[in-house]
T-cell receptor, first 117, second 112 residues
Framework: AQKITQTQPGMFVQEKEAVTLDCTYD???????LFWYKQPSSGEMIFLIY??????QNATEGRYSLNFQKARKSANLVISASQLGDSAMYFC??????????????FGKGTKLSVKP | DADVTQTPRNRITKTGKRIMLECSQT?????MYWYRQDPGLGLRLIYY???????NKGEISDGYSVSRQAQAKFSLSLESAIPNQTALYFC???????????FGQGTRLTVV
């Protein structure tokens, strides 16, 4: 069965420091996509970054980078230079590209990040 | 205007009532989804539709039904609401092989 595991229910980071949010996934598919979303207290789901399973380079979007280790089936999110506005829930998700559930996002349970001033 | 619009944004309803949550999108995507979010459980898939004539049950479809009225519109119904359906509901769209899934703003539903 396909599954996303986020082992850190909550994390604290000092403002301006970097933080890594862990994500491991379980799939037998060879082709899939990995996503990270941010959910602030207002509730909306904000797309942060995407990594395709065949992408050789780690994805980066501004202060966000995805540390993709395919053999370990991990897709950790790294936020550099944390800001107070980064305090939110963060969700890792996977989308298989083939099979009956193709296109469906499978989510982890999330990590609550708190940035301390 | 938002790419994916959900209405209503907030709703309080009584046990046993029928309620419909609506979703419309301007992305031109064929694929639309309804997710439910409960604290500590992440997002779980209720129903998904790959086109107007293709509707599929997700992980937690019991107690829910959907209608895909057009490519751009996908509604979720609770036929007889119960308190444990109190949750945050999201509509989302994507295209095949897309690298991004677009979410609506969410609907906070409370069943009393």
């Amino acid at each position: 069965a396909q599954k996303i595991t986020q082992t850190q229910p909550g994390m604290f980071v000092q403002e301006k420091e970097a933080v890594t949010l862990d994500c491991t996934y379980d799939t037998s598919d060879q082709s899939y996509g990995l996503f990270w979303y941010k959910q602030p207290s207002s509730g909306e789901m904000i797309f942060l970054i995407y990594q395709g399973s065949y992408d050789e380079q780690n994805a980066t979007e501004g202060r966000y980078s995805l540390n993709f280790q395919k053999a370990r089936k991990s897709a950790n999110l790294v936020i550099s230079a944390s800001q107070l506005g980064d305090s939110a829930m963060y969700f890792c998700a996977m989308r298989p590209h083939y099979g009956g559930s193709q296109g469906n996002l499978i989510f982890g349970k999330g990590t609550k990040l708190s940035v301390k001033p | 205007d938002a790419d994916v619009t959900q209405t209503p944004r907030n709703r309080i309803t009584k046990t046993g009532k029928r309620i419909m949550l609506e979703c419309s999108q301007t992305k031109g995507h064929d694929r639309m989804y309804w997710y439910r979010q409960d604290p500590g459980l992440g997002l779980r898939l209720i129903y998904y539709s790959f086109d107007v004539k293709d509707i599929n049950k997700g992980e937690i479809s019991d107690g829910y039904s959907v209608s895909r009225q057009a490519q751009a519109k996908f509604s979720l119904s609770l036929e007889s609401a119960i308190p444990n359906q109190t949750a945050l509901y999201f509509c989302a769209t994507s295209d095949l092989g897309g690298t991004e899934a677009f979410f609506g703003q969410g609907t906070r539903l409370t069943v009393v």
